[in-house]
């Protein structure tokens, strides 16, 4: 193949790679985000009638979730609000085994306001976005798990529209089921839980999320041995296997003071915004002492102060500051001697060759 024709295909097929990869990069930059499922719904409810919630009255719906991790990106709830405007809590428990209710303190908790018609019978889809919901929202719902949401209210009385006759029930998606039937509720001045009939009129929809997987950190030391002389510097780099827009502290156990060396290591090293790596370094002191020990500097990554910020990953590093044994100037070198055995033997020796030149020579 000529010349001219082998360098013109190459240049078309370089074309070619570059308008793959201008095509391909917007595509994978627009992939969609997780689309919303609406995991229970009991919208709309026929024969309506209203559970009141206050301080000491708390109703809700129980569900077990799906076989992914997600979080609530809207809720609908039907209102009979006798006040306007009003406010009321809304709670996420998790549930505990066998028992199918809430235990420990609420993971999450949110206000929620209100605006009712000031009748008691002015029913009313409130829907709420993950704005409203706050805390709730941001919550990671984990998979196969069982939870509640609790309503109650000290502001004024608030009616949770409800189906005593069961005539409209829960339909579930995404994986999510029922805990138990009806809904749960706790009265009697907080004293437990009980199980209710009845199907609240209630929506709830939800996005996958998987929770952030926190970047690695590792450390290592070069070179791991130095002598006790002047100008021998080991090196410590901290490594994130992922960079994080804003600053990590990484958490450093140092070594232990010692006059055999010197360090600019502290605790904690921070790893610049959008970096991965971080140094300091451990300097070796000179020592001109015979048969000094060696000194041994020890330092290791610690836990994150900031729960998930970071995992340790690999081993600690050790430094080894090897003594040089240098002979101070001035200091006087004994000369090796043969001792009286040795110097006998030497001195025979000579006479025997002595003799024997002699011999040789008469």
């Not at 570059?18 to 997780?34: K, R, T, Y």
């Not at 809720?75 to 006798?82: A, E, R």
């Not at 929620?112 to 929202?137: E, K, P, R």
């Not at 901290?238 to 990590?248: G, I, R």
């Amino acid at each position: 193949m000529p010349a001219t024709t082998f360098n013109a295909l190459r240049r078309y097929a370089v074309i070619g790679l570059l308008a793959c990869a201008a095509s391909w990069a917007p595509w994978v930059s627009a992939q969609p985000a997780p689309t919303p499922v609406v995991v229970m719904n009991s919208l709309p409810i026929d024969g309506p009638a209203s559970y009141t919630v206050f301080d000491e009255a708390k109703r809700g719906p129980a569900f077990q979730t799906g076989a992914e991790p997600t979080r609530i990106v809207e809720l609908s709830f039907g209102l009979d609000l006798d006040a306007i405007p009003t406010t009321a809590t809304l709670s996420l428990y998790r549930l505990e085994d066998p028992s199918n209710f809430p235990t420990g303190a609420a993971l999450a908790s949110t206000t929620l306001n209100m605006i009712g018609g000031g009748s008691a019978v002015s029913t009313t889809v409130h829907t709420y976005s993950a704005a409203d919901l706050g805390a709730i929202a941001t919550t990671t719902l984990q998979a196969g798990q069982k939870y509640a949401l609790i309503m109650s209210n000290s502001s004024a009385p608030t009616g949770i529209t409800n189906d005593d006759l069961t005539e409209n029930a829960f339909t579930y998606g995404g994986g999510f089921s029922a805990v138990l039937n009806g809904n749960i509720g706790q009265f009697s001045n907080a004293q437990g839980w009980d199980q209710n009939n009845g199907t609240l009129a209630f929506s709830m929809t939800v996005v996958p999320f998987a929770e952030p997987v926190p970047p690695t950190a590792t450390l290592v030391c070069t070179p791991t041995e130095l002598l006790a002389t002047a100008g021998q510097v080991a090196t410590c780099t901290v490594t994130l296997s992922a960079p994080s827009t804003t600053d990590t502290p990484i958490n450093l156990t140092l070594p232990a003071t010692n006059p055999g060396f010197t360090t600019t290591c502290t605790s904690p090293l921070v790893i610049p915004a959008n970096a991965t790596q971080a140094t300091c370094t451990i300097t070796a002191v000179a020592n001109t002492t015979p048969n000094a020990p060696d000194v041994i500097a020890d330092i290791a990554i610690a836990p994150p102060t900031t729960p998930d910020a970071y995992t340790v990953e690999g081993p600690a590093a050790q430094i080894t500051i090897r003594s040089n044994a240098v002979v101070p100037p001035g200091t006087a070198t004994p000369v090796p001697t043969l001792g009286t055995v040795g110097l006998v033997s030497l001195v025979s020796v000579m006479g025997l060759l002595g003799l024997r030149r002699s011999r040789k020579a008469a």
